[in-house]
């Protein structure tokens, strides 16, 4: 009976997230009240495991401190916040609501095979998202300033969706043999890859040039690095002028400094957050985009006064350009080591995993999840993934990454019981 029961519950499970992700990626601002009703699956099914199979409320991983320790930190500023009230609200739905959905995958997810069953399905929906962009691109459906936006409302938040998946699918590729799914992830790196140029997101094609780079060495493909810088350099002198061009400001530096550049008012930004930093060391000024922006009216002002700056409007930004800035002036310092601390050891885990795991397939996709993590961490050098959606599709993937290593832990152990038993 118990076995029948816990045999439909992981089949129900399966289907809610992949729903859950379908979503995410469909209505990432929208659907509302099917995301809450996902969300409440996810701790049902997570209270069903704990009482069928006699597990912990918890499953214990090597982040699970880490999170504690940042929530903790967040809470604080929360207390601190120059809108306390406004900061509870950022709190539950901006924060807590990721760890309940990293420990509902990592407490629920049963076997291996269901893990990569999700993962595919992940790839195809992304696949179907760049298709869907694509064809929205060139019908003026899915377009927003001349650049493709595909689900999302804006352009920075599409190119982010696939910087998350992109490299899990190049990986893949790459240590293939299997002539078909060869076809099928070519297919999806080439929806991909041209969805991203669609963008016109700069940050996005430089993380994911790194990101390529560096699973090329991994894989032992080295030959295809110069391959790549060709194909690259290609691009940039006989592509067309609108997306040459674009390119062409990634190395001009020097108009950071300029209000009208492409670039923005990137380097006021930077400035601000530092002074408002030296103010508030310790507790930040509070979580929640309105919070900053409030802020950084008032201080970005004073800068343009005290420096005569020629910019006339000061743009309304809700985050520092720079996802570490961005943490230490909401979180402060303290803040700021526990997000770094928790994220080192999400890369510390997920490249033991890779070291210590035998199977070959999963070996791939935590590479992949990797180089997804590698490409998300160059985004937030000049941009904030610490906001929805982004930051939902992050702790999904790392929930997939947990549940994983924790599948690998368990198989492991049980292989070395056998062994004592056998010797018995």
Same mark, same amino acid.
């Given at each position: 009976?118990l076995q029948?029961?816990?045999k439909?519950?992981n089949k129900?499970?399966?289907?809610v997230?992949?729903?859950?992700?379908?979503?995410?990626?469909?209505?990432p601002?929208s659907?509302?009240i099917?995301?809450?009703?996902?969300?409440?699956?996810?701790?049902f099914?997570?209270?069903l495991?704990v009482?069928?199979?006699?597990?912990?409320i918890?499953?214990k991983?090597?982040?699970?401190?880490?999170?504690?320790a940042f929530?903790?930190?967040a809470?604080?500023a929360?207390?601190c916040?120059?809108?306390?009230?406004y900061?509870i609200h950022s709190?539950l739905?901006?924060?807590?609501i990721?760890f309940?959905?990293f420990?509902?995958?990592?407490?629920?997810?049963g076997?291996?095979?269901?893990i990569h069953?999700?993962?595919?399905?992940?790839?195809i929906?992304?696949g179907?998202?760049?298709?869907?962009?694509?064809y929205?691109y060139?019908?003026?459906i899915?377009i927003r300033?001349?650049r493709l936006?595909?689900?999302?409302?804006?352009h920075?938040?599409?190119?982010?969706?696939?910087?998350y998946?992109?490299?899990?699918?190049?990986?893949?590729?790459?240590s293939?043999?299997?002539?078909?799914t060869?076809?099928?992830?070519?297919?999806l790196?080439?929806?991909?890859s041209f969805?991203?140029?669609?963008?016109?997101?700069?940050t996005?094609?430089?993380?994911?040039?790194i990101?390529?780079?560096?699973?090329?060495?991994?894989?032992?493909?080295r030959?295809l690095i110069?391959?790549?810088?060709?194909?690259?350099?290609?691009?940039?002198?006989v592509?067309?002028?609108?997306y040459?061009s674009?390119?062409?400001?990634?190395f001009?530096?020097?108009?950071?400094?300029?209000?009208?550049?492409?670039?923005?008012?990137?380097?006021l930004?930077?400035?601000?957050?530092v002074?408002?930093?030296?103010?508030?060391p310790?507790?930040?000024?509070g979580?929640?985009?309105?919070?900053?922006?409030?802020?950084?009216?008032?201080?970005?002002?004073e800068?343009?006064?005290?420096?005569?700056?020629?910019?006339?409007?000061?743009e309304?930004?809700?985050?520092?350009?720079?996802?570490?800035? !961005?943490?230490? &002036?909401? /979180?402060? $310092?303290? *803040?700021?080591?526990?997000? %770094?601390? @928790?994220y080192v050891?999400?890369?510390?885990?997920?490249?033991k995993?890779?070291k210590?795991?035998?199977?070959?397939r !999963?070996?791939? &996709?935590? /590479?992949g $999840?990797v *180089?997804?993590?590698?490409c %998300?961490? @160059?985004?937030?050098?000049?941009?904030?993934?610490?906001?929805?959606?982004?930051?939902l599709f992050?702790w999904f993937?790392?929930?997939?990454?947990?549940?994983? $290593?924790?599948?690998?832990?368990?198989?492991?152990?049980?292989?070395?019981s056998?062994?004592?038993?056998?010797?018995?």
């Amino acid at each position: 009976m118990l076995q029948n029961i816990s045999k439909y519950l992981n089949k129900y499970i399966e289907y809610v997230f992949i729903f859950y992700f379908f979503l995410l990626s469909f209505f990432p601002y929208s659907a509302e009240i099917l995301k809450i009703f996902c969300l409440i699956c996810f701790i049902f099914c997570w209270i069903l495991k704990v009482r069928f199979e006699k597990s912990k409320i918890f499953t214990k991983t090597s982040i699970n401190i880490p999170i504690f320790a940042f929530l903790l930190c967040a809470l604080v500023a929360v207390l601190c916040s120059f809108d306390v009230q406004y900061s509870i609200h950022s709190f539950l739905f901006d924060y807590l609501i990721l760890f309940i959905i990293f420990f509902a995958i990592v407490n629920t997810l049963g076997s291996m095979e269901q893990i990569h069953r999700i993962v595919n399905a992940m790839l195809i929906i992304f696949g179907l998202v760049c298709v869907y962009g694509i064809y929205g691109y060139y019908m003026k459906i899915a377009i927003r300033n001349d650049r493709l936006i595909a689900t999302f409302d804006y352009h920075s938040p599409c190119a982010k969706y696939i910087s998350y998946l992109l490299p899990i699918v190049i990986y893949l590729l790459l240590s293939c043999k299997e002539y078909r799914t060869r076809i099928y992830l070519i297919t999806l790196v080439f929806v991909g890859s041209f969805s991203v140029v669609l963008t016109q997101n700069r940050t996005s094609w430089v993380a994911i040039f790194i990101t390529v780079l560096f699973l090329l060495v991994i894989a032992k493909r080295r030959y295809l690095i110069i391959f790549v810088l060709l194909v690259c350099l290609l691009m940039y002198f006989v592509g067309s002028s609108k997306y040459s061009s674009h390119a062409r400001t990634i190395f001009q530096v020097s108009q950071l400094s300029t209000s009208k550049s492409p670039l923005g008012q990137r380097l006021l930004c930077w400035n601000t957050s530092v002074e408002i930093i030296k103010d508030h060391p310790f507790l930040g000024i509070g979580i929640g985009p309105r919070i900053f922006r409030n802020t950084y009216q008032k201080y970005a002002q004073e800068i343009v006064n005290k420096k005569n700056l020629k910019i006339k409007k000061i743009e309304r930004v809700s985050h520092a350009h720079n996802v570490f800035l !961005t943490i230490f &002036v909401e /979180m402060g $310092i303290l *803040g700021l080591i526990s997000f %770094i601390w @928790l994220y080192v050891t999400i890369f510390y885990s997920a490249i033991k995993l890779y070291k210590t795991s035998h199977d070959e397939r !999963t070996r791939n &996709v935590i /590479m992949g $999840i990797v *180089g997804s993590l590698l490409c %998300i961490f @160059l985004h937030g050098a000049t941009d904030n993934f610490i906001k929805k959606p982004d930051v939902l599709f992050l702790w999904f993937i790392i929930g997939i990454l947990f549940a994983l $290593i924790q599948k690998q832990d368990k198989s492991t152990t049980t292989g070395e019981s056998r062994q004592l038993a056998g010797r018995g």
